[in-house]
């Protein structure tokens, strides 16, 4: 059901609301600008809307509606001028209601708001019962900081890659592995939730590594020493020792006198003396 939108008319259709509530929701509309509306819920609530056809369409196209604020908030005559304004940009072409979702969907959609310490995705990991969520948040965060205020959905590949390259030039191997890992993840989340259209770092390897570069990996490597490696070191040492004690110039206490083992012991003075053996006859 729909009536002409005046003053008069909504006082009574508050005073009817409040008698008598409705099962279903009143549209009143508006006789200045076409295309306002006000729509009453049976819960009481009033708001401003905007109905229009995107690009000028005629009843080919389907309609579209804005919202505009709640009343009594916003009154008839504030609602009416934003409605004016709406209408001038549907006649430019324009589409009031995409470009609002749009704004909304920036909004949530910014780096910096879904990789914040409490942010969508850092509760997604936590959910996955991800165990280094913490670690992973941090990497992100800090490898991509440059790109907080753009929106998930603009950030290119060549945007991730910067980043990479510029851990890479720093010397941080690792950690540009792991922001390159943990980017592709991201984006591929991102994909899932509709943020953005596409994951642009799906495929993205890191280059290959030249021989020079494997040669200079493997010799910063750890290995084991075989025995000649070993061996050699100790006797080095064992001949120092040799020769140190060679030319060190004699002590008292160098060499302490030896006990001769065929010296009859001493007597001891807490022992009584053994008695002297009895001779032996013969038979």
Partial sequence: MAERLTETT????????R?????????????????LCLRLLPGGSMTFWYQYRPGGGGRGVSTRMVRIGTYPELSLA?????????????AKGKNPAAEKQEQRRRAKSSLGTLLAEDG???RSL???HIVNTGKIMRRLNRGLAKLMDKDVAAVTRN???????????QGKAGAAAEL????????????QKGLAPANVMAGYQAPKRSRAEKLASEARKARALDNAEIIGPLECLRRARRLRQH?????????PPQRDRHAHPRPDPLRPPRAPPEPHEDR
């Fill in 10 to 17: 909504i006082r009574q259709a508050i005073r009817e609301a």
């Fill in 19 to 35: 008698l008598q509530p409705r099962a279903k929701q009143l549209v009143l509309w508006d006789a200045k600008i076409t295309g």
């Fill in 78 to 90: 504030a609602a009416r001028n934003l409605g004016r304004g709406y209408a001038g940009d549907v």
């Fill in 120 to 122: 969508e995705y850092a």
């Fill in 126 to 128: 936590e959910r996955r």
């Fill in 159 to 169: 945007d991730f890659v910067s980043a990479i390259t510029a851990l890479q030039d």
């Fill in 180 to 191: 390159r890992k943990h980017a592709r993840t991201f984006c591929e989340w991102a994909v």
């Fill in 247 to 255: 030319l060190a110039p004699p002590t008292a206490d160098r060499h």
